[in-house]
């Protein structure tokens, strides 16, 4: 794989996906259908969807691709592939909170080495370097030319006084009994692959997730935490999070800074 060009694709391709995304966001009235699932889809997650998975077809056609719009793609089998989710957190799009991300990722034998999260509603954008280290990139946000970028890393925690962060839309009790183990200074939520990123930043030290989510979630801020030098383990037994299982189905999970001694589940 030529990672230069990886990431020039995958950055382009988030932000023009972006711009279909904040131009229905702006609208008065948007179409809010329901998935088999039950799980929301707007004309948003569906626009993002097709330039993405267009985008990454015309540039590596060799390459398996899943992408959580088109269910067809939910069958294919392989440990190296790339992933999308193009409009992460569709209920905080929906509810107009801002807290979505587009999410694209290159898992290789199992494990996400290059990705970018684009948070348009925000103006932030996390990606991978062609070397695999992670970085933000402030500015215009031009497509065909990257912007000032700061190197990203975890947080040094102290185990006495963490920041957590959690979820905005499936916190429970579980979770809250969780965190409950661990000495808290503060607590943040944020919606979709966020939690990722604030890990991958050092403003927060750990996210645990007990609660179903898919391969096409987590692979793109798996990355980032990944080349931030952060860690993403099962929630179970600690053993890393792996991708192209079976069904792209997740167990649950804690991402977290290394630094932070994990409590057993």
Same mark, same amino acid.
């Given at each position: 794989?030529?990672?230069?060009?990886?990431? *020039?694709?995958?950055? /382009?391709?988030?932000?023009?996906? #972006?711009?279909?995304?904040?131009?229905?966001?702006?609208?008065?009235?948007?179409?809010?259908?329901?998935?088999?699932?039950?799980?929301?889809?707007?004309?948003?997650?569906?626009?993002?969807?097709?330039?993405?998975?267009?985008?990454?077809?015309?540039?590596?056609?060799?390459?398996?691709?899943?992408?959580?719009?088109?269910? %067809? *793609?939910?069958?294919?089998?392989?440990?190296?592939?790339?992933?999308?989710?193009?409009?992460?957190? *569709?209920?905080?799009?929906?509810?107009?909170?801002?807290?979505?991300?587009?999410?694209?990722?290159?898992?290789?034998?199992?494990?996400?080495?290059?990705?970018?999260?684009?948070?348009?509603? /925000?103006?932030?954008?996390?990606?991978?370097?062609?070397?695999?280290?992670?970085?933000?990139?402030? #500015?215009?946000?031009?497509?065909?030319?990257?912007?000032?970028?700061?190197?990203?890393?975890?947080?040094?925690?102290?185990?006495?006084?963490?920041?957590?962060?959690?979820?905005?839309?499936?916190?429970?009790?579980?979770?809250?009994?969780?965190?409950?183990?661990?000495?808290?200074?503060?607590?943040?939520?944020?919606?979709?692959?966020? /939690?990722?990123?604030?890990?991958?930043?050092?403003? %927060?030290?750990?996210?645990?997730?007990?609660?179903?989510?898919?391969?096409?979630?987590?692979?793109?801020?798996?990355?980032?935490?990944?080349?931030?030098?952060?860690?993403?383990?099962?929630?179970?037994?600690?053993?890393?999070? *792996?991708?192209?299982?079976?069904?792209?189905?997740?167990?649950?999970?804690?991402?977290?800074?290394?630094?932070?001694?994990?409590?057993?589940?």
């Amino acid at each position: 794989m030529d990672y230069e060009n990886l990431v *020039t694709v995958m950055r /382009k391709l988030s932000l023009q996906a #972006g711009d279909k995304i904040m131009e229905i966001y702006g609208r008065d009235d948007f179409d809010v259908k329901s998935k088999s699932d039950d799980s929301p889809v707007t004309a948003a997650d569906e626009a993002a969807d097709a330039i993405i998975s267009a985008g990454l077809r015309a540039a590596f056609p060799d390459v398996m691709l899943v992408t959580e719009e088109q269910s %067809a *793609t939910h069958d294919a089998k392989g440990d190296t592939f790339l992933i999308v989710d193009p409009l992460d957190g *569709t209920k905080e799009f929906i509810h107009r909170r801002g807290d979505f991300t587009v999410n694209i990722a290159l898992v290789e034998n199992g494990k996400p080495t290059r990705g970018v999260v684009y948070a348009p509603a /925000k103006s932030r954008m996390f990606f991978t370097l062609a070397d695999g280290k992670s970085v933000e990139e402030t #500015g215009d946000f031009h497509k065909d030319q990257v912007g000032t970028v700061t190197p990203i890393s975890v947080s040094d925690a102290d185990n006495s006084a963490l920041m957590v962060v959690a979820s905005k839309s499936h916190r429970d009790q579980a979770t809250d009994d969780y965190i409950g183990k661990y000495a808290v200074r503060d607590m943040t939520s944020a919606g979709s692959s966020l /939690k990722f990123c604030l890990i991958a930043t050092g403003e %927060a030290d750990v996210y645990p997730r007990l609660g179903r989510t898919m391969e096409w979630d987590t692979a793109a801020g798996h990355a980032v935490l990944l080349g931030a030098g952060g860690d993403v383990v099962r929630f179970d037994d600690h053993t890393p999070l *792996t991708y192209g299982k079976a069904d792209f189905a997740n167990p649950f999970f804690i991402a977290h800074s290394p630094s932070v001694a994990l409590k057993p589940a």
